[in-house]
């Protein structure tokens, strides 16, 4: 069961999915809906997504930087071309 509140685009290269939160007696893990990544906490989620603005400055696009760590940019607000951008990075 996820934390539907909580929903961002995941940090790995190449990946256009929605990383969501698994209810805590799940572990409080955070999963990607495409590529099946787990992070274990929020603070794992939040330094794979700084590496990959680092990687990839156009990433910054889809997050917000907040006290709490990262949040996502409404959907609306993405890049048009978001997606294909991450299709043509490399895969690792």
């Not at 709490?68 to 071309?81: M, S």
Request: glycine share 4%; aromatic share 10%; with cysteine.
């Amino acid at each position: 069961i996820m934390n539907q509140a909580f929903k961002i685009r995941c940090p790995l290269p190449h990946c256009t999915g929605w990383v969501t939160q698994l209810d805590p007696e799940d572990g409080s893990l955070f999963m990607c809906d495409d590529c099946g990544q787990v992070w274990e906490t929020k603070a794992e989620l939040d330094a794979a997504i700084a590496a990959i603005i680092e990687r990839f400055p156009y990433r910054a696009a889809v997050y917000r930087q907040t006290a709490e760590g990262f949040a996502v940019v409404p959907e609306a607000e993405e890049p048009a071309d978001y997606e294909t951008q991450v299709n043509q990075e490399p895969w690792a």
